[in-house]
């Protein structure tokens, strides 16, 4: 029987009917599998229905035709393979003793000894040997991997006898060898002994192998860290530049307004400059105009000296303004003005601290600065020229 699940355990791999492992399975519409044979033996026990019940949960599969015996095969084959239980049956290891008699049997257990998947019944022979009784039986699922394997098996093979394993060291030669070699090269040596004993004897091995462990462990736990990370650095990198765009459009936004905020701040001082100026004109106009009423007419004057007598003349100067009067009104000056922007020299530079890559407000930085610097970069002056030489009035 079998329902799916999110992971196929062992129990899953067992036909309902038969009581042993999935061959071409088969599913029904209800969701339970059976071996392609066993659904054979029930769909002909149905003859003459067009509908089979599910061994299980008796929910009923229709045919679409009468059933008979010579009709049940291809019935059966037209009931979908149960994919996901194939593919998890085609990827458990078989038993190898049995495919040396053409037997496909599903491998239970793994031999740590002989490094050979077996199924149930070759595992409980194989404990029955001597030779093999201190072997170690795992699950399949607990085998080691191929590559893991392959290293186990090299490591316990004799370099000079390939089918033979590695059992003894020599002492003398501080050197591991196999029972023919250790006849053969060192029989005359004093101090050839098991491997195993000379393990048994070590009190410091199993500790050192696991102070290596948790070093191993410790420096693939940093190195992992450190892939993590490196991994990471592109991610970082993009994200960096997003920030400094980000950062930018903050400060281009702040410079903005720090320009919109100068060009009202000119157009303040513009417009008062502007009444200060109309003022002070009108002012001087009034002068002017009064001064320009206590003159007479000048062609008055050169009329009466061209054509008058002396008599004439004299009454007409009686009339005139004094002297004081005259040279008053030619020390009267005319100032023209206008509006400038004054540039103001600025002597001080500029220093910048980066600081976590970023505009810090709580510090003075660049931005505080360029700020400052467009606050005071100009400010509005009156240009006025007096006698050909210009000079500045600050408002």
Known sequence: MATKKEKIT???????????????PRILPCKHTFCHECLCGVVKRHEGKSAFPCPLCRASTNTNIRITIE????????????????SHLERRPTCL????????ETATVYCMGCHEHMCAVCGETHK???QMRNHQLRPSEEAPSSKVRDLLQGLSRCPNHENEKLEYICQDHNQTCCSKCAFTSHRTCDKVMLLSDVINDNKTYKASIHETTEMMDEALKHVSAMLLELEGEPLRVANSEKNIDKQLSEIQLLIEDAVKNLKSNVKEAFMKAKLDIIRSSE????????????????????????HGDDVQKYLYMRNQPSSYAVDAALQIEFTQKRIVLY?????SSLTYY?????????????????????KKLVEVKQEISTNGYPHFLGF
């Not at 540039?343 to 002597?347: V, Y």
């Open 10 to 24: 062992e129990d899953d791999t067992q036909c309902s009917v038969c009581r042993t492992i999935f061959r071409n």
């Open 343 to 347: 540039k103001t020299p600025q002597s």
């Open 354 to 374: 980066p600081k976590n890559e970023k505009v810090s407000k709580r510090e003075k930085s660049l931005l505080d600065h360029v700020l400052g610097e467009i």
């Open 97 to 104: 003793a049995c495919k040396t008699e053409n037997k496909n």
């Open 71 to 86: 009709t049940s095969e291809r019935l059966v084959n037209q009931i979908p393979v149960d994919r996901e239980m194939q």
């Open 128 to 130: 029955k040997y001597k």
């Open 283 to 306: 002012a001087e106009l009034r002068t002017v105009t009064a001064k320009k009423a206590d003159i007479q007419n000048k062609e008055e004057l050169d009329g009466v000296l061209s």
